[in-house]
């Protein structure tokens, strides 16, 4: 008996497959065409800077809302697989231009591209000042699937970079994945946490010091 190996894990999809949704298979497994559909009218009017509302989707679609919530489930379903959908070629970019690292300074310079890139999307921007409660709820905590996807996503760095031992056995990768993200959240949104400014480059200063990266 064979058995068919796991493709390698990437940064664009170690977060997916480490917490799958119901509506992220949905739209993997190329079944359900209708909620391909709706979930596409949803991310580009993300895009455009328009709250995703249920209603208005539905009748774009020519659908009543029963069907729209059985194609995609609820609001904050939909929108969590948006906002993810979009983080993942922001990551991408971010570990493209800085190809030229390696070890801590890698991993702190990706979240680094990552955090500036979140901060400077003016449509994510209007979503954080248009809805923040919803926003801090479905990015920063486990409510949805975005902060497990990206704490998986910063552990995938960090075994990549620094092994099963970072820091010296200091701590494991998945204490000090969800270090990273902490931080990472904190920066980003810093202005609805505390009233402070978003910064990228406290984020660097933060990201460096904790990974010990030299300079």
Do not use: C
């Not at 058995?3 to 993997?28: C, D, F, K």
């Not at 659908?63 to 070629?89: Q, Y």
Request: glycine fraction near 8%; aromatic fraction near 8%; hydrophobic fraction near 45%.
């Amino acid at each position: 008996m064979t058995t068919t190996a796991a493709p390698p894990q990437s940064i664009a999809t170690v977060g997916l497959t480490t917490a799958p949704s119901w509506l992220s298979e949905r739209l993997a497994d190329g079944a359900h065409p209708d909620a391909a559909r709706a979930f596409d009218l949803a991310r580009e009017a993300f895009i455009a800077g328009r709250r995703i509302d249920m209603g208005s989707l539905a009748g774009t679609l020519g659908v009543d809302r029963t069907s729209l919530f059985r194609w995609v489930g609820n609001r904050d379903a939909l929108l969590s697989e948006v906002l993810w959908s979009l983080a993942v070629p922001t990551l991408v970019q971010a570990e493209h231009a800085t190809a030229d690292g390696s070890g801590g300074a890698r991993v702190a310079g990706i979240l680094t591209h990552f955090v500036d890139d979140l901060i400077t999307a003016d449509y994510f921007r209007q979503f954080l000042r248009r809805e923040p409660a919803r926003a801090l709820r479905l990015l920063t905590t486990k409510e949805s699937p975005i902060q497990r996807r990206y704490v998986a996503t910063a552990d995938w760095l960090v075994r990549r970079e620094l092994g099963a031992t970072p820091l010296g056995g200091a701590i494991d990768p998945p204490g000090l994945a969800y270090l990273l993200v902490r931080m990472s959240e904190s920066f980003t949104y810093a202005d609805l946490i505390s009233g402070d400014t978003p910064s990228a480059e406290r984020a660097r200063v933060a990201f460096r010091l904790l990974l010990r990266v030299d300079g």
